[in-house]
Every structure is written in structure tokens, then in C-alpha cells.
């Protein structure tokens, strides 16, 4: 699986010499070659070994992507874009060595057009600076996987979140792209129209190619009206299958929840310890409703009679902001809360995606593989639309540890694809699921590679992420 896929590529160790010397002589101190400067552009959370750039380049404009750019160009070595390093399948890693193109100071808002609802950032920003600068227009950028991540690394692994069951994905929330080509140059994907039957969708393609097709300059994005009424809390049931039945009649339903995320007994019971949640130790899902006082209390009462019927218990509300604030940050920290489970093994996050009416079988049969094969994994999951992770515990120091884990993923995996599901809802192939997207889409990920020939010949950008060329 992922450590076989990992594997390091061939060196052009004279173009690499060649390109560190004309950049540190371009951009002096903002062109690093240190240990630390090199491990921390490397930085993976998972088990995948750390492979490091030969030199990080901090650029501040688009004109210095593209001069960096054309340099590796002229040279054949590789380039890799990164903005915060919180993605999760390796892919800022640099198999072949190369560049490594560090975002943090090209952080800006370009450009807000409030009656558009529309704005175009750097790729740098982040999207909770991104929320505060915006705090004022009474619009926000609703796309919330977690991590602080950056606007340009959540395009480019096509991330999704808490709120993508009433909001939708980046892939929905992506207007246009700027990008650097593998030749240098800048292209621009599309205008701002909400609409457009212009020639190839070249916006759809930059989303989620993880920098295998260009590097990002700027992201045009949709944005939403903060709604006059936010309201969520916490709904307990007896089971997981409950829950995700639970789940599946709330969609079915039509109900406009903006958040529905499904938690199994052993993450609440992480949670309640890491974040003092005053919940009990039962699956549970925690859910939050968008709109009027009078819609969001229809919304509540057509969730409450379904959770009855599905032998839930009393929907326990977060009445202030404060209590809201402390129950997300409680879900966005299920990672850290599973690392205090055992803090001597390590945790793989790995998620699958499957249609919304096989959610609650799917998990189910997960939950069976767990116990069956005595292994410590909470289960989380966006499970509006069908996405769940789970979050294995194993001892990432030994073979028959990393092989226990790879063999669960293997099969969680097998599963997600015979309901005719997806490898990965949200997290991206990277170096982690090549294996699985060639068994999720067969020949059609050769026209991939075709894709990828065409745009990059020289296999120059983030090469040794999605699939392998030949």
C-alpha cells in the first residue's frame, strides 16, 4: 500500500546543484537549504516516511512562482507547492527532490466583490484568516475540513469538512484558478460568472490535481451570508447503525442541515476526556441547523422526530456561542483526542466515501472488522454525505504493526469500492492511495497519466503523487 507507492524516484542531482545555486543567487534569504527548513516542507501525519525538498523558496508574488518555476523548468527538477502541510497522504513530499514552494507569504485577499458574492485570495491565506477578514462583509467561506488549512492546499486535494453536506465541497466553491504551468507560464481558468459553457471546465481540473498539473497563484471562491441563525448540539443513540440510519432519513428527507457528523462511542469517550465534553460515552451526532429563528427551529423538530424514531435520545442543545465553539473544536481535535487513547502507538487517519444509502452499512461492517480483529479505531465521519474516517491506532515502529494497519486500510478500502464508493471522500490520493484509485477507476486513470504527460512532460510537478507515470 502507501510505504510501497513511497517509493523514491530518480534524481537529477546536477539540475538540483544547478537550480539552488541560480535561486539562493535570485532570492537570497528567501531561499532556504537547511535541515530544518527542508524537514519541516516534508512534514507528513501519517506513517509514510518524511522525503525532503533540496531547498525551500518562500515566495511572495505570483511573478516569483513563475521565475522559480521557470528555472526548475530549464533545469527538469521538480517543483512542489505547499501552504500549512496538514494533508494527509504524503503529498508535499519530494520523492525525486526538487523545490519546494512555500505559500505563507503570498497570504493576501486579492479581491472581495460582496454583491457577487465572490472573492479571489492567494493561495497562501488560510481560511479562518480568510473568515476574518471577511467578518465585516457578513459573508464567510464555509469549507471546513479541520486543519487551518491554506485556500491553496485545500484546492488542490479538493477538501471538504464539517459543513459540506448544506455548503457542498471546494470542487463546488472553486469559481477560477490562477496557476504557473510546468513551463512557466500563468493561465487563468475562468472569469467570475456564476455560469459558463466556455470551452473545457479547466477550474474543475486544477481542483484536487494536488500541484500534478500546475501550481496555484490564486483561487476565486464562492462565498455564502452568515446565516441570522446558528443553533446545533448533540443527539446520543444506542448504536452506530442507528445513528447512520438516523442520517440517511435526515438527507432523504430534504432537511437543510448544515452540519451532521457521526461519532462512535470510543471517539466520544476520547473526546469527554481531551475536551471535557459533558456528553456520555455513547454514538452519537453532533449537528448544527443554519437560517431564521423560524427555519432552524423547523429544521430541529423534523431532525428530533426522526432521531425518535430511530431510538435516539434527547437532542442536547449548545445554547451559546461559546458551548457551539467548544463542541466543533471538540470534533476538529478527534485526531489529538485519539493520540491520548495510547500515546505509545500511532494514529493513521484514513477516510472512504460511500453513497448515502449504504453509510450505515458500511460503517457497520467496519465496526465488525475492528473487533473482529482487535484493533483500538474510533470512527468519525461527515456523514451527510457518506464520508467517514477512522482513525487506527497501531505501533508505526515495528513491520507487523505498519502491516496490520495497511491490511484494515486495504479492507476498508475493498469495502467502500464494492458499495460503490471512493477511496477518499476528502483526503486525496497523494502517495498514500495510488493502489486504490487504480482499483476505483481502472483504465481511466491512464487518461490520467495523459493528462498529466501533456501538461508536464518532464514530470516536473509534485511528480510521484496520484499515480506513478510508468
Not at 67 to 77: I, P, Q
Not at 356 to 367: M, N
Not at 418 to 441: N, P, R, V
Request: glycine share 10%.
Amino acid at each position: 500500500m502507501a510505504l510501497r507507492d513511497a517509493k523514491v524516484g530518480v534524481r537529477n542531482e546536477a539540475g538540483i546543484e544547478t537550480v539552488t545555486g541560480i535561486l539562493k543567487q535570485r532570492f537570497g534569504e528567501r531561499f532556504q537549504t537547511g535541515q530544518a527548513f527542508r524537514a519541516q516542507h516534508a512534514h507528513t501525519t501519517t506513517y509514510i516516511p518524511a522525503q525532503l525538498p533540496d531547498g525551500v523558496f518562500f515566495a511572495e508574488t505570483a511573478d516569483d512562482v513563475k521565475a522559480a518555476v521557470r528555472v526548475c523548468a530549464d533545469h527538469k527538477v521538480p517543483v512542489i507547492g505547499f501552504g500549512t502541510g496538514s494533508s494527509l497522504e504524503g503529498q508535499v513530499n519530494a520523492p525525486n527532490g526538487g523545490i519546494s514552494i512555500d505559500f505563507s507569504r503570498m497570504n493576501r485577499v486579492l479581491e472581495v466583490n460582496p454583491e457577487d458574492l465572490d472573492c479571489t485570495v492567494e493561495p497562501g491565506i488560510t481560511r479562518e484568516a480568510l473568515n476574518i477578514h471577511l467578518r465585516d462583509t457578513g459573508l464567510f467561506f464555509p469549507i471546513d475540513p479541520g486543519a487551518n488549512a491554506s485556500i491553496g492546499g485545500m484546492t488542490s486535494t479538493r477538501a471538504s469538512g464539517t459543513n459540506a453536506v448544506r455548503y457542498g465541497t471546494m470542487k463546488d466553491n472553486v469559481l477560477a484558478v490562477t496557476a504557473v504551468t510546468a513551463s512557466g507560464e500563468e493561465i487563468r481558468t475562468a472569469r467570475r460568472a456564476r455560469k459558463s459553457s466556455a470551452g473545457y471546465d479547466l477550474t474543475r481540473l486544477f481542483v484536487g490535481a494536488e500541484g500534478t498539473l500546475g501550481i496555484l497563484t490564486s483561487v476565486t471562491l464562492r462565498l455564502h451570508g452568515i446565516p441570522q441563525k446558528i443553533a446545533g448540539g448533540v443527539c446520543a443513540f444506542p448504536s452506530v447503525k442507528a445513528a447512520c440510519d438516523a442520517v440517511i432519513m435526515t438527507i432523504q428527507m430534504g432537511i437543510p442541515v448544515a452540519r451532521i457528523e457521526l461519532v462512535d462511542a470510543l471517539q466520544m469517550r476520547a473526546s469527554i476526556a481531551y475536551a471535557g465534553l459533558p456528553y456520555e460515552e455513547s454514538p452519537a451526532l453532533f449537528l448544527e441547523f443554519h437560517g431564521t429563528d423560524e427555519t432552524v427551529a423547523l429544521q430541529s423538530a423534523a431532525f428530533a422526530e426522526i432521531a425518535a424514531e430511530c431510538g435516539g435520545g434527547e437532542f442536547k442543545w449548545a445554547a451559546s456561542p461559546e458551548e457551539r465553539t467548544k463542541l466543533w473544536k471538540a470534533r476538529h481535535d478527534a485526531y489529538w483526542s485519539v493520540r491520548a487513547l495510547a500515546p505509545g502507538l500511532a494514529v493513521l487517519s484514513t477516510d472512504v466515501c460511500v453513497p448515502i444509502s449504504r453509510l450505515a452499512d458500511c460503517v457497520a461492517e467496519t465496526q465488525a472488522d475492528i473487533e473482529a480483529n482487535g484493533l483500538l479505531a474510533p470512527i468519525v465521519g461527515h456523514a451527510g454525505d457518506g464520508n467517514f474516517h477512522v482513525q487506527l491506532l497501531f505501533d508505526d515502529k515495528s513491520a507487523a504493526g505498519i502491516a496490520t494497519a495497511e491490511e484494515f486500510v486495504a479492507r476498508l478500502n475493498a469495502r467502500a469500492l464494492a458499495m460503490d464508493g471512493t477511496c477518499t471522500g476528502e483526503h486525496g490520493i497523494g502517495q498514500g492511495k495510488m493502489a486504490f484509485l487504480e482499483q476505483e477507476l481502472g483504465g481511466t486513470v491512464d487518461l490520467m497519466r495523459q493528462i498529466k504527460r501533456s501538461l508536464d512532460p518532464d514530470n516536473i510537478l509534485n511528480p510521484g503523487k496520484i499515480f506513478h507515470l510508468g
